[in-house]
C-alpha cells in the first residue's frame, strides 16, 4: 500500500445555469395589476432621478449622458435574460447576484406539490443593469404594456422583461448601502480612526466593470477627481478584463474618512460609478509557531533537488537558511520584499515551504524531487506590534496575485517566463474582510480565470476568500 495515496479529483462539467424560477419549487406571483400598483412609483421615480440629473449635467457639462445601475430584485430566476438586457440601446449587462432566506409575504410565496402555500424562505436574483435616459424611456414602455396587458407578447428578443416583471420584487438603483455591504470597510475605517485619528487611510474602491475601454476611462478619471476635491489620490489601479474587474486603490485623510462615517450623503459615496468600497491590505492568518532548533544555518543529508520547478508557493519571504529548506527554494523577489523583512519575521513563508517540502517533519518524509518556486507577496506590517506579515496596502491584491502569476508563465514588461514548468499552486492567505456574501470574490475570480489559462491548480486553505465554502481546503483548477 503506497506511503501517500492519490488523490482522485471529479471529472469537470459545465454547470448549466438555473431556470426560470429556481430555488426549488413553484413560486405564487401577483397579477400584472397588482405588480402596477405595487412598482410603478418606483419606476417613475427612477425614471425622474435620471431626468433631474440629466437637467444638472447639461447645465454644467456638454455631452454627457446621467446613467444610474438599475437593481432588479426577482423571486426566482430569469434564464438569458443578460441576452434580453442587451437587446435595448443603452442598457449593459453588469452581472447578477444570487440572494436567499427572503421572507414570503402576500405577493410571492412558495407553493408545495398540491399548489397550496408554504411559508418556507424563497431564493432570488439581483439582476445589475446600468441604464441611461433613453434605455429607461424603453424599460418604461414595456413596463406600462405589460401591466396593460400580461399576456402581451413581447418583440422577439424581448420576451424575458415579461418574465422578469412576472417576478420583480423590487426594482431600485444601486445605492450607498449597497457599496457598504459586502465588506466591514466601516468598521475598518473606525478602528484606524481610533489607532491614529490624524491617520492618512487607504482603501479600495471597485468600480462597475464597462465594456467600453473609454467608459472605463471615465469612471477612472470621475473618482480621482472627486477624491483630489477631498484631498486624497489614487495609489495604484487595476483592470482585468477577463474578470470583469476595474478598481482603484485609493487614499483620503482622517477628518475626510470621518465626514463619511457622520454622513454618508457625499459626493464620492454616492458615486454612480462605484460598486464597492472595501479594506486594502489582507493580513495573514497566522497562530503561533514553534521555531525552536529550526531558525537556524545548517544542512540536511536528503538529496537536494533538480530539474525545473513544479510546485510554486505565494507568500511570505521564507528563512532561506533554514536547515531543512537550504538549497531546495527558487525565490523570485520582484518588489524586493526581503528588504522589509527581519529574520524572526520570516514566519508564515518559512512554516509553509517547509509543509510543501517535508510534510510533517514529525513523519521524516523524503522531501520532494524538484526545487519549490516561491514568489513573496507579503511583508511585516511595520503599523503592527507584533509585525504580521500582510500584504502590503500599496498594490491591491488582485492585482498583486496577477502579476504574480503573469511572471511565473508569460514574463512581465518584456522579460521571459520565470516558471513555466509549475502546475501547482499553494496560496494559504486571503481576504480576511470580505467573507462569503452572495457573489465570489473578485480574488475567487481570478484564481477560477488563472487556473483554467494555465491549467494549474491553486491549492491552501483560503481563509474568507468568498468562496461558497470559506475557511477550508480547496482547489481551483480545470
Known amino acids: 500500500m503506497p506511503q501517500k495515496p492519490l488523490l482522485f479529483f471529479p471529472t469537470k462539467e459545465i454547470a448549466t445555469r438555473s431556470k426560470?424560477?429556481?430555488?426549488?419549487?413553484?413560486?405564487?406571483?401577483?397579477?400584472?395589476?397588482?405588480?402596477?400598483?405595487?412598482?410603478?412609483?418606483?419606476?417613475?421615480?427612477?425614471?425622474?432621478?435620471?431626468n433631474s440629473q440629466r437637467i444638472s449635467i447639461q447645465q454644467t457639462t456638454i455631452g454627457v449622458e446621467p446613467e444610474q445601475v438599475l437593481v432588479f430584485e426577482t423571486i426566482g430566476s430569469v434564464e438569458d435574460f443578460a441576452n434580453a438586457v442587451q437587446k435595448i440601446e443603452g442598457f449593459e449587462?453588469?452581472?447578477?447576484?444570487?440572494?436567499?432566506?427572503?421572507?414570503?409575504?402576500?405577493?410571492?410565496?412558495?407553493?408545495?406539490?398540491?399548489?397550496?402555500?408554504?411559508?418556507?424562505?424563497?431564493?432570488?436574483?439581483?439582476?445589475?443593469?446600468s441604464t441611461n435616459s433613453h434605455a429607461m424611456e424603453q424599460l418604461l414602455s414595456l413596463w406600462n404594456s405589460y401591466t396593460q396587458n400580461e399576456s402581451i407578447k413581447f418583440e422577439r428578443g424581448k420576451g424575458k422583461f415579461k418574465d422578469v416583471f412576472r417576478l420583480l420584487k423590487n426594482i431600485r438603483k444601486w445605492d450607498i448601502e449597497d457599496r457598504f455591504e459586502e465588506s466591514k470597510i466601516l468598521s475598518f475605517w473606525e478602528e484606524n480612526l481610533q489607532i491614529d485619528p490624524t491617520r492618512i487611510i487607504r482603501f479600495e474602491i471597485e468600480l462597475w466593470y464597462r465594456k467600453n475601454l473609454y467608459l472605463r476611462q471615465q469612471s477612472y478619471n470621475?473618482?480621482?477627481?472627486?477624491?483630489?476635491?477631498?484631498g486624497g489620490r489614487i495609489i495604484s489601479s487595476c483592470d482585468i478584463s477577463n474578470i470583469v474587474y476595474q478598481s482603484v486603490l485609493a487614499e483620503l485623510p482622517a477628518n475626510e474618512i470621518r465626514n463619511i462615517l457622520e454622513n454618508r450623503n457625499t459626493a464620492l459615496v454616492k458615486c454612480e460609478n462605484i460598486m464597492f468600497f472595501k479594506p486594502s491590505g489582507q493580513i495573514a492568518i497566522v497562530d503561533s509557531y514553534d521555531t525552536s532548533g529550526e531558525l537556524i544555518e545548517g544542512f540536511d543529508d536528503a538529496p537536494l533537488p533538480s530539474g525545473d520547478p513544479v510546485v510554486a508557493i505565494l507568500d511570505g519571504y521564507p528563512l532561506t537558511g533554514h536547515r531543512k529548506l537550504t538549497g531546495r527554494l527558487i525565490i523570485e523577489d520582484n518588489d524586493n520584499l526581503q528588504s522589509y523583512y527581519q529574520v524572526e519575521d520570516r514566519k508564515h513563508g518559512t512554516a509553509m515551504c517547509s509543509l510543501i517540502i517535508r510534510g510533517d517533519?514529525?513523519?521524516?518524509?523524503?522531501?520532494?524531487?524538484?526545487?519549490?518556486?516561491?514568489?513573496?507577496i507579503m511583508r511585516p506590517n511595520e503599523r503592527d506590534r507584533n509585525r504580521r506579515e500582510f500584504i502590503p496596502d500599496d498594490s491591491l491584491l488582485v492585482d498583486t496575485i496577477h502579476r504574480a502569476i503573469r511572471q511565473m508563465f508569460d514574463g512581465e514588461n518584456g522579460s521571459l517566463p520565470t516558471a513555466p514548468s509549475v502546475k501547482l499552486i499553494n496560496l494559504s492567505i486571503g481576504d480576511s474582510d470580505r467573507p462569503f456574501y452572495h457573489s465570489m470574490s473578485p480574488l475567487g475570480k481570478l484564481l477560477d480565470w488563472l487556473s483554467y489559462k494555465y491549467n494549474v491548480l491553486f491549492i491552501g486553505r483560503f481563509y474568507n476568500l468568498n468562496i461558497s465554502i470559506s475557511n477550508k481546503y480547496v482547489i481551483f483548477g480545470y
Open 20 to 50: 426560470l424560477g429556481g430555488g426549488g419549487g413553484r413560486y405564487f406571483s401577483p397579477s400584472s395589476t397588482r405588480q402596477y400598483t405595487r412598482l410603478n412609483p418606483q419606476f417613475q421615480a427612477l425614471n425622474d432621478a435620471l
Open 93 to 129: 449587462w453588469l452581472g447578477e447576484i444570487e440572494i436567499d432566506e427572503i421572507i414570503p409575504d402576500m405577493d410571492f410565496y412558495q407553493l408545495n406539490k398540491e399548489g397550496e402555500r408554504t411559508d418556507k424562505l424563497l431564493s432570488g436574483r439581483l439582476y445589475l443593469i
Open 222 to 230: 470621475t473618482i480621482q477627481h472627486l477624491l483630489v476635491n477631498l
Open 361 to 376: 517533519l514529525n513523519t521524516n518524509n523524503d522531501p520532494i524531487s524538484t526545487p519549490l518556486y516561491v514568489c513573496p
